[in-house]
């Protein structure tokens, strides 16, 4: 039931686009996405609830298409910063499935100078 | 305000031995977690509490038990530690009566090595 990464990794130069994808078996009901950097904590980037929403976060943004179960992250014009391991957390639909997350094994994405 | 702190962040044990990893929040959430992360395994859910007092099985319980008998503080046991158990541990709370559309806030992580 975990979700599945791809690709697992990526490697940019600066000012490069990226696109990771998160597909689930599962019908969903939220997708969470988040950015691990080396030895710290994963941070929160967004939550997509709705079949079809988008969001932005500054030049990160993400889509999500619930009737196929997958969601994408997008980054465009990469930065130095946005180097680390991406996770999706997704949040399946029906019974005991919700108020918990089951997250992808991690897209490593490293964006050199 | 320091959000979810993990403790301790190092801990090396042997096999057989008991230890109890403690993580404690200051923002009033009601849902925590605790999860596993080994490389290429992403992070896995141990257990969770959806309020004080509730704990509930996650993806990989065995040779793991809970406690939440206060709000703020979750704490995560290994009664006889396996080699097998040799991983970072998070712990993470958010706010709210489901995680839908809440966040996640994570601990920094406790590293622990089982001999």
């Known amino acids: 039931q975990q979700p599945v990464q791809s690709p697992q990794a990526v490697i940019l130069r600066e000012g490069e686009d990226a696109v990771i994808n998160c597909s689930s078996s599962?019908?969903?009901?939220?997708v969470h996405w988040y950015r691990q950097k080396h030895g710290e904590a994963p941070i929160f980037l967004m939550i997509?609830?709705?079949?079809?929403e988008q969001k932005g976060h500054d030049k990160i943004s993400a889509s999500f298409n619930e009737k196929k179960q997958q969601s994408s992250l997008y980054l465009t014009a990469s930065q130095l910063s946005y180097s680390g391991t991406y996770f999706c957390?997704?949040?399946?639909?029906?019974?005991?499935?919700?108020?918990?997350?089951?997250f992808g094994q991690g897209t490593i994405l490293t964006v050199h100078p | 305000n320091a959000g979810v702190t993990q403790t301790p962040k190092f801990r090396v044990l042997k096999t057989g031995q008991s230890m109890t990893l403690l993580c404690a929040q200051d923002?009033?959430?009601?849902?925590m977690y605790w999860y596993r992360q080994d490389p290429g395994m992403g992070l896995r859910l141990i257990h969770y509490?959806?309020?004080?007092?509730?704990?509930a099985k996650g993806e990989v319980p065995d040779g793991y038990n809970v406690s939440r008998l206060k709000k703020q503080n979750f704490l995560l046991g290994l009664e006889s530690a396996a080699p097998s158990q040799t991983s970072v541990y998070f712990c993470?709370?958010?706010?709210?009566?489901?995680?839908?559309?809440?966040?996640?806030?994570f601990g920094d992580g406790t590293r622990l090595s089982i001999l």
């Open positions: 993470a709370s958010s706010w709210g009566v489901t995680v839908s559309n809440q966040p996640q806030h």
């Open positions: 599962k019908a969903l009901y939220s």
């Open positions: 997509l609830l709705k079949g079809g």
């Open positions: 957390g997704t949040e399946m639909r029906g019974g005991t499935s919700y108020g918990k997350l089951t």
């Open positions: 923002m009033n959430h009601e849902y």
């Open positions: 509490s959806v309020g004080e007092g509730t704990t």
